[in-house]
Structures are given as structure tokens and as C-alpha cells.
């Protein structure tokens, strides 16, 4: 079959999957567990036509396009990757709300919610115009307001999802504005083949920086991520996996897509990317070190590896490095992988949310904590995880640059990673620690819970034990954004 | 045949490590032998290649492992590695032995013995790597498994803290050895050590900041003063057997790097501007340990500082970039850990059978406990370098070197200072055992379990600073590969 049509099919699986979901919901009566089995399969479907798409030998080459009405797809390597990424977790994390959002009168809106966030994200990630960049994104970022704020009864849920909503709205209007800006210089909202004068234009310059800012509110640039602690600290903890495992890495990727899309010279891209990183990961750590409740922790924390990622790819891009960018993807596989875990292993410990209330969990829940200790030790970077290795990946490239700027910078990002030691390791302490006066009964989670767990755990060792064949699998990334800039 | 036994050194302790993680609580009662037979197998794994070494083969082991980074997974055993695997496997050996006596068996002591195995298996492997990339991984494995050793089972208020500490002072030392690790292998586009034989060249500045950056990240690791910060602590919250493994073995780890890295990647005029400072340094390391060791009033944190004073000798040795020197340090390793090994036992019996640590409340042990104050002695006189125990022979060779050196007033000093070291000796001796006994000092049975090793080594202390030639033929093979070969 022809590559153009498979790139089609996720996003139509997904589709009739969301609303399949209502309908057997609604029809049927369908308890939770076979909603989330109905899902998880969909998700899990929809990476098989991803995983069929075969770049080929040159990077322009390794581009698929499809048009469906107005609507343009780009399956570049990079949109593929953290496409397949996203369903992966998704199918997952479908697996894990089964018995994690049990209330029935409510599991019928949550699996088609879910459903539509990746389907949004993957939209996204696929698109090739800037029309389709829109659409979707709104579709991702409407499900997501709905999914932060699903737990309405509890504490700030509507809070966090609003102030959510107000921030990301935001963000999707500037980009809408910066869109209409650069229709108006250049008369195309296509991402591909763009004359490179265009860039040039004051017009397309505007436009280019509201499209920024407006997905930067969604990936968490610093500062422009002040919703995301709430956001993804208030969320369900299945919610949250999926906001800062796949949703914000994800708008990232959407930025860097504009952005080379766009013309923007690519070097000049790269030091941009690098500059913000530094202060992604530095606010991210410093902000992740005084927090006591651990889903905040998290949340900062993301906020810290977006800034990795941003800075293996602003390495490559600055200095022509595809390797750079490849250690940069697969640093949002890992990542998607290792916060996903962290944050399903907290569903679990609902009850209270500080880092001294995890104390005895490794007497109580045994598997819970391992998968906390293998998740919050890989995005530390210890040895052999695949923290490290993606961390190692990077310093290779940054490294052996002769330039000042990027040993400062190599500096930095190594000094971070000692700082993120400071409040993963007692998180790690806390939870193998014996507990305290106040000794609190946990429930033995069942199967559908310790299913995705091992699975993620396992997943996160795999990666980072044996690397090559994932490493194999983004080699395209780096070549494919390097020549989109030329 | 080479590559199997090659497998084992490693193999055996992280097998034992994953034996007893899956046996759990069945395997509470046998954990202490599983963990032994697994050191036993690794010393015997050692001991096997030896003839090939001397046959002047060098056993190794390499497959590819990411490819697209041009990263394989190499061991490899040769003369440089041998001194230091076999002083790790050897404390392990010691350190498991010491456990069955001093460890209560309880529901998680599969989990304390498969702990202690992989903190083996992570000496084992950095002594063993032939790669950068898998250094670094076993170089933290090491920190990671003994990390969570005093986490858990450590004594005192401060755990959590105290293993925090240590956790990111050392980590700081690894970001250091991991820059220069990865700067070498961005400039020689391979991780395999095969570069560092061949002699590293790249710019004279780059050249001087790698030795700076590998001499600084590892003196974390010797505890060299003042980046010794997180060695008290940690020797003194740390279960015994833990901080057996921590003072004789971990500590050789960091003069291994220094031997590895700089000393054996670049030449000696390459590394000749930075000997003046490493003297210096192992000199006020020596004079500063020996001096907290005075003024400590815990008998561990006594011993535990005067490891940052021994290996003050070892960097010195090594900073006089002499024939001497290398040899003397090197011995010095082997012997000191021997020693350290020794006098922390003794501390155990002393502390478990009175339940005291301060040293104050101790005194006039020697009557009731005749053989740990024949044990210390020997020890405390090894430490002060008494003909004929182990450590005189390491240090006479480490003074020498200083007056070979072109500081001939700093080898002066160091004999100086050498002095302190046999004041706290001393003192330490026989404050405990000699001087009058404080009322109400009661005595418990200290199990066999514990005195057996510490007799033992006793002995061995004594056998060494007899007959050290073998040790110091095995020692003198290393020099052809240091410094571009000058010897």
C-alpha cells in the first residue's frame, strides 16, 4: 500500500474509535475495564500504519504527504516518532484507567476524551500546513482542559483546568494570529517547500513569533509555563502521565516543525533552542527542589527535560548535527516512558500527595515503588537507564564543539543534572524508607494496574540497556529537520 | 577459555545480586553464603588468568553494543587493572565474611547481600571496563549500590541526609571524570580504551584541562582533602561491612582512574606540570587527615579520617611521577586497604562489644579482649609504618620517590608529617586498650564470626610486610603502560 494512505489511517482509527467509545458506552452500559481494553487496542492499532511508513534513503524522500480536503499531512521521521510514542503511552495509559477513573457515570466521557487528545496530538505532530496545525492543536488542547479538570469533585480540579484553559487559550489565539500574519505575507499556510526569502519578511517574521509564543504556552517554554504545575499537578494521575509524557514534547516538536518549515534560518533556530533550554532546565530543577508535593515535583521536572530535549536538538541544529537531534528524540521516547511510569506510579498513592507521606511504600506496594525507583533514577540519569544514555548521546555532540558558548552551555546542562539529583534521589529515599507513626493500609493493586507498570518499567530498562534498535529507529530525525531548514 | 573466566570476575557477584533479589525472603538464611561463593568465584576467577598475564597476554572480552554510536561493551584485564581488582575482590571477600558475624539476619537481608554484591560487581566492572561508556556505568553503579546500602541500613539520625551527601559530593567528582571521558572519546570517535594505550594527542590546552578535570573527579572519590567532605559521614553512618568495602576498596577506585586516565593516555611531559600540585595536595591531605584523626572522638570517624590522611600518601606517590612513586602508591593501595580493612573490624568488635563509639568512654580493653588488642596493634602499627608490617614497605617506597623528586623539601615534609600519623596510631591503641577502664563498662560476646576475619587479616598484615615480592612484581608490571612507557 501506498504511503500516502496509511498515513491516513491513524488519524481515521482514532476518529471512529472515539466515537465508537461513546457509543459503546452509552449502548451498552460498558463497564470500565472493557472501555479501557477497547481503547488501548485502538491506540495501539493506530501505530501500525506509523510503523509501516518507511523513510526512505534521502531525507526529503522520507517524506509522506497526504491531502484530505483542506487538510495537509506531513509524515515526516520526526512527526512519526513521537506520534507512535504518543499512542504507545496512550494504549497504556488506557490499560491503567480502568481501575484508576472508576466512576461510572463517568468513564463514557473520559476514554472518547482520551482518545481525542492523541488524536489531536497526533494531528499535530502530522500536520503540514499551518490550518491543520490549528485545527488539531485546538482538538488536543480542548480535550486536555476537559481531562484536567475531570475530577471535579476533588479539591482545585476545576481550578487547575481553568486556569489551564485561560492560559492555553492564550496560546492557540497568538497562534491563530500569527498564522493569519504569515498567510498575509506569503499567501500559503504549507510547512514544506517554502521560498526561503520569505522568511525575510517582516510580516512572516511576526508571524513566526506569535506561532512561537502561542505553542510555547503549550510546551512549557519557560515563561510561559506558569500553568503547567497546577495543570498536570491537579490532573488525574492517567492524565497527567499523557499531559507530561507525550502532550508537551509534543508541542515541541509542533514548534520546531513551524519553525523549519518556515524558513527560519536553522542555525539561528538552534541557538535560539539552546538559549531557552537553559532556562527551561534551570527554572524546571530549581522550582522542582523546593516543592514537598510530589505530582508538582513531576510537573517541574518536565518542565526540566523539555529543556534537554530542546537542547540536544538546538546542539543539532545549530552545528548540523543529526546525531544531536536523534539523542534529542530519544530523549522524549525515554522521557515519555519514564514520566508516564512516575506519574501512574503516584495514581497510587493518591491519598496524600507530599514526599513524606511515601514513606513504607517499598513494604507496602513493592512493585510500586521498583517502578518509581527505575522511572525518577533513569530521568536522573544514573547509569545504565536511558537517561544516561541519552545524556551521554548529547554531551558527545556538545562536547566536541570548539565553540565557548557551547562548553558554557555543556556546563550548565551538566550542573543541572546534579541540581535534579536534589529531589529525585529523597523521592527514591522516601518511598524504600520504613514508614512513619501514621501507618496506612494500601490496597494490592490488581493486575490492570501492575500490567501497565511492568510494562513501562520494563520498557524504560529496555531502552536504556539496549538503545540501538530505538536508536536505529530516530536515525532519520536529525537528517530529515537538518535539510527541511535548506 | 580467558574470556570465561574474564565473565566471572564480573558475572559472579551480579548473578549472586540477582539470585538473592529473586529468592527474597528464602533466601534470608543462605544469603551470606550465596554472596561469599559468588566473591570466592570472582577471586578465583582472578587468580586462574593470572598466568596469562604473566604470559604477557591480556584477557579480553568485546562485542558492539551501540553501534550507531560507536560504543561497544569491552573487559579486559591487564597488569594496570590487576593490583586493584584483586584488592576489591579480596575485600568483598572480607567484607561478606564479616557480614555473617556482624549482619542480623532479618527480612531484608537477601536484599543487603545482593546490595553488597552489586557494589562488588560495580569495583569489579570499573576495573575491568575496556570502554568509557561502560566505565562510567559500573564507575556509578558503584556509587548507586553503596548509596542505597548506607541509605537503609546505615546507623544514626542522618541517614537520609548523610546519603544524600555523599550521593551528590561524589556524583560531582563523576560529572568531572564523565566530561573528560566524553571530550577524549568526541576527539578519538571511539570509546574503546585501545585510544588511550595508543596515546592520546589533541591540543596542549585540551590536554591540560582533561588531566586537570580526571585528577580532580577521582581525588573525589580517594577523598583528597579538601574534597574529602563526604568521607567522614559516610564511613561513619555506613553498617561496618559496608564501610569496609567503602574505605579499602571504593577509595582505590579513585587512584585507579588516576592511574587509568591521565597516566596512562598522556606522557610524562604532558602531566610533569600538574606533579608539583598533586604532591602538595596528598601532602596537606596527609597532615589534615592525621590531624582530624587527633581530634575525632568517634573511633570510626578516627579511622575513617585517617583514610583521607593514607591516601594523601597515595596522591603524593603518584605526583612525583617517579618509578618509586608509582610502585610505592600502588602497594601503598594494596596495603592500605588491608590494613583499613583491619582496623575497622576491630573498631566493630570494639563497638559491638562495649556499644560505645566514643573514645572517651572506652579504655583498658586490652585485659578482656586480648586478641582485638593484638589485632589493632598490628594494624595501628602497620598504619604508623613499622617494619616489617605491610605498610612500611608501600611507604618507605613513597618517601623515597619524594626525595627522587625534583621537591626534594616536599618529600622532607612528608616525612614529617608521617609522624602525625603514628601519634594518632598510637594514641588510638592505646587510649582503647591501655589506659584505665571508665565504670561501668559491660562487655558482650562478640561472635567468632566477626574476630575470625579480623585474626585473619591480622596475619595476612604481617605476611605481606614480610614477604611483598610478588605484590611488587605484580605492581612493577604496570609501569610500561604509564606514562607513554618511560620505564
Redesign the interface.
Known amino acids: 500500500m501506498s504511503g500516502e494512505l496509511l498515513l491516513g489511517f491513524p488519524l481515521a482509527i482514532l476518529a471512529g474509535g472515539a466515537v465508537l467509545a461513546y457509543l459503546i458506552a452509552r449502548l451498552f452500559r460498558a463497564s470500565g475495564d472493557v472501555l479501557a481494553v477497547f481503547v488501548a487496542v485502538t491506540l495501539a492499532a493506530a501505530i501500525v500504519p506509523l510503523i509501516g511508513i518507511r523513510a526512505g534513503p534521502d531525507a526529503r524522500s522520507g517524506w509522506v504527504l497526504l491531502s484530505v480536503g483542506s487538510v495537509l499531512l506531513l509524515g515526516d521521521p520526526g512527526a512519526l516518532v513521537v506520534g507512535s510514542i504518543a499512542l504507545g503511552l496512550g494504549s497504556i495509559v488506557s490499560l491503567y484507567s480502568s481501575r484508576y477513573v472508576v466512576d461510572p457515570d463517568r468513564v463514557k466521557l473520559y476514554y472518547p476524551l482520551l482518545v481525542l487528545l492523541v488524536a489531536g496530538l497526533l494531528g499535530m505532530v502530522l500536520a503540514g500546513d499551518l490550518f491543520s496545525l490549528y485545527l488539531f492543536c485546538e482538538l488536543m488542547s480542548l480535550s486536555a482542559y476537559a481531562l484536567v479538570a475531570f475530577q471535579r469533585g476533588q479539591g482545585t480540579a476545576i481550578e487547575a483546568g481553568f486556569k489551564y484553559l485561560i492560559a492555553g487559550s492564550l496560546g492557540t489565539a497568538l497562534l491563530l494570529f500569527g498564522i493569519s500574519f504569515v498567510y498575509r505575507a506569503g499567501g500559503s499556510l504549507l510547512l514544506v517547500s517554502r521560498p526561503a526569502e520569505l522568511a525575510q519578511d517582516p510580516w512572516a517574521r511576526a508571524g513566526i513569533a506569535c506561532i512561537w509564543v502561542g505553542l510555547g504556552v503549550k510546551s512549557a517554554l519557560v515563561p510561559l509555563h506558569t500553568w503547567l504545575p497546577d495543570a498536570h499537578g491537579r490532573a488525574p494521575s492517567s492524565v497527567s502521565a499523557m499531559l507530561s509524557g507525550v502532550v508537551v514534547p509534543s508541542a515541541f516538536y509542533a514548534l520546531l516543525k513551524v519553525g523549519v518549515g518556515l524558513s527560519f534560518p536553522v542555525g539561528k533556530l538552534g541557538g535560539l533552542l539552546v538559549g531557552l533550554s537553559l532556562l527551561n532546565m534551570t527554572l524546571g530543577n530549581l522550582m522542582a527542589l523546593v516543592q514537598s508535593e510530589v505530582k508538582r515535583l513531576l510537573a517541574y521536572s518536565t518542565i526540566a527535560q523539555v529543556g534537554y530535549m530542546m537542547f540536544a536538538v538546538g546542539i543539532g541544529l545549530r552545528y548540523g548535527a543529526p546525531d544531536a537531534i536523534q539523542a534529542g528524540f530519544y530523549l522524549l521516547l525515554a522521557h515519555a516512558a519514564m514520566k508516564g511510569l512516575a506519574f501512574l506510579c503516584t495514581g497510587l498513592r493518591s491519598s496524600d500527595a507530599r514526599v513524606a507521606a511515601w514513606r513504607g511504600t517499598a513494604r507496602q506496594l513493592p512493585l510500586v515503588a521498583a517502578a518509581l525507583a527505575i522511572s525518577l533514577g533513569g530521568l536522573a540519569g544514573i547509569p545504565p537507564s536511558a537517561g544516561f544514555v541519552g545524556k551521554w548521546l548529547i554531551l558527545i555532540r556538545s562536547l566536541r564543539q570548539a565553540e565557548l558558548w557551547a562548553l558554557v552551555t555543556t556546563f550548565v546542562f551538566l550542573l543541572n543534572g546534579l541540581i535534579s539529583l536534589g529531589y529525585y534521589l529523597p523521592l527514591i529515599g522516601a518511598a524504600f524508607r520504613p514508614a512513619g507513626s501514621t501507618h496506612e493500609a494500601a490496597a494490592r493493586p490488581s493486575a490492570w494496574i501492575g500490567v501497565p507498570l511492568v510494562a513501562l518499567g520494563g520498557l524504560v530498562l529496555a531502552i536504556g540497556i539496549h538503545p540501538a534498535p530505538w536508536l536505529g529507529w530516530m536515525s532519520g530525525v536529525g537528517p530529515a529537520l537538518l535539510a527541511w531548514g535548506h | 577459555m580467558q574470556t570465561f573466566e574474564l565473565a566471572t570476575i564480573l558475572a559472579a557477584p551480579v548473578m549472586a545480586a540477582v539470585l538473592l533479589a529473586l529468592l527474597r525472603g528464602r533466601a534470608r538464611r543462605y544469603a551470606g553464603w550465596i554472596a561469599a561463593c559468588a566473591a570466592l568465584l570472582s577471586m578465583i576467577g582472578i587468580l586462574l588468568l593470572l598466568p596469562a598475564l604473566q604470559r604477557g597476554e591480556a584477557p579480553v572480552l568485546g562485542m558492539p ?5 560507536g560504543i561497544t561493551f569491552g573487559l579486559r584485564l591487564d597488569w594496570l587493572a590487576l593490583p586493584f581488582v584483586v584488592t576489591e575482590a579480596g575485600v568483598t571477600l572480607i567484607a561478606v565474611l564479616y557480614s555473617w558475624g556482624y549482619h542480623h539476619v532479618d527480612e531484608r537481608s537477601h536484599l543487603y547481600y545482593a546490595l553488597l554484591m552489586l557494589f562488588a560487581a560495580g569495583m569489579a566492572g570499573t576495573t575491568l571496563a575496556d570502554s568509557m ?1 561502560l566505565f ?2 559500573f564507575w ?2 558503584m556509587l ?1 549500590a553503596s548509596c ?1 546500602l548506607i ?2 541500613w546505615g546507623e544514626g539520625e542522618r541517614v ?1 541526609a548523610v ?2 551527601k555523599y ?2 559530593f561524589t ?2 567528582g563523576s ?1 568531572m571524570v ?2 573528560a571521558l ?2 577524549i ?3 578519538a570517535g571511539s570509546d574503546s580504551f585501545a585510544v588511550l594505550r595508543a596515546g592520546v594527542r589533541l591540543s596542549p590546552a585540551l590536554t591540560s584541562a582533561l588531566i586537570v578535570l580526571f585528577i580532580l573527579g577521582f581525588s573525589v572519590k580517594m577523598a583528597v582533602f579538601p574534597l574529602h567532605l563526604w568521607l567522614p559521614d559516610a564511613h561513619t553512618v555506613a553498617p561496618m561491612s559496608v564501610t569496609i568495602m567503602l574505605a579499602a576498596a571504593m577509595l582505590s577506585m579513585g587512584t585507579y582512574g588516576i592511574v587509568r586516565f591521565p597516566f596512562s593516555a598522556f606522557t610524562l611531559e604532558q602531566v610533569a606540570p600538574f606533579g608539583r600540585a598533586m604532591m602538595v595536595g596528598g601532602l596537606v591531605s596527609a597532615i589534615y587527615g592525621a590531624l582530624m584523626s587527633l581530634a575525632e572522638q568517634d573511633v570510626k570517624r578516627i579511622i575513617a579520617y585517617s583514610s583521607v590522611s593514607q591516601m594523601g600518601y597515595v596522591l603524593f606517590g603518584l605526583g612525583t611521577l617517579t618509578e618509586d612513586g608509582m610502585v610505592g602508591s600502588t602497594l601503598h593501595v594494596i596495603f592500605h586497604a588491608i590494613v583499613k580493612a583491619l582496623l575497622f573490624m576491630c573498631v566493630g568488635l570494639v563497638v559491638r562489644a562495649t556499644g560505645r563509639r566514643l573514645i572517651g568512654e572506652l579504655g583498658g580493653l586490652g585485659r578482656s579482649m586480648p586478641l582485638a588488642a593484638v589485632c589493632s596493634g598490628v594494624g595501628v602499627l602497620a598504619i604508623a609504618g613499622v617494619p616489617p608490617l605491610a605498610l612500611f614497605d608501600s611507604e618507605w617506597m613513597i618517601f623515597a620517590a619524594g626525595f627522587q623528586s625534583a621537591h626534594v623539601w616536599l618529600g622532607a615534609l612528608m616525612v614529617l608529617a608521617s609522624l602525625l600519623t603514628v601519634a594518632y596510631a598510637l594514641w588510638f591503641w592505646v587510649r582503647i586498650f591501655f589506659a584505665a577502664r571508665p565504670d561501668g563498662l559491660v562487655l558482650r560476646q562478640v561472635s567468632m564470626g566477626m574476630i575470625a576475619p579480623t585474626v585473619g587479616l591480622a596475619f595476612l598484615t604481617l605476611v605481606e610486610g614480610v614477604l611483598p615480592g610478588p605484590l611488587f612484581a605484580w605492581a612493577q608490571h604496570e609501569l610500561p603502560l604509564l606514562l607513554g612507557g618511560i620505564w
Request: zero cysteines; a negative charge.
Open positions: 553494543w551501540i553501534p550507531t554510536a561508556f562510567y556505568i556509578e553503579l548507586v542505597v541509605a537503609l537520609g546519603a544524600l550521593f551528590l556524583h560531582f560529572i564523565l566530561a566524553v571530550l572519546y568526541g576527539q
